[in-house]
């Protein structure tokens, strides 16, 4: 009689093991699923700034080969108020880092 009662505890707290690790497993799959669509949204965001800017840009310039480079490669938080400043490396280029400068020339020479 002892031993059916063991193996009756032995297999209900599996049991419960099961469960509560099936559980977790769920919840985490649930919150790995809610970031996958946090991260997608961020990234759509990104990809709408980007689009606005190069129009920005072309409405500014038309340049569409320079817009869509520096689009392509100046991080996103990079702004101009002056895109035929940035184009003709003026005033406002000045003022850009070190690294943004070298986007910034690359693309231009690119786009000549």
Not at 34 to 61: M, N, P, W, Y
Not at 92 to 97: I, P
Not at 100 to 105: A, G, L
């Amino acid at each position: 009689m002892t031993t059916k009662i063991f193996t009756w505890v032995v297999g209900t707290l599996i049991s419960a093991v099961v469960i509560v690790s099936t559980n977790a497993l769920s919840q985490q799959s649930f919150q790995d699923l809610e970031s996958a669509g946090q991260f997608q949204q961020a990234l759509a965001a990104v990809d709408a700034i980007k689009h606005r800017k190069k129009l920005q840009c072309v409405l500014s310039i038309a340049n569409g080969a320079l817009c869509e480079c520096l689009s392509r490669k100046l991080p996103v938080d990079t702004y101009f108020r002056s895109y035929d400043s940035i184009a003709n490396q003026e005033r406002e280029y000045a003022q850009l880092s070190a690294a943004d400068k070298i986007v910034v020339d690359q693309c231009v020479g690119e786009s000549r």
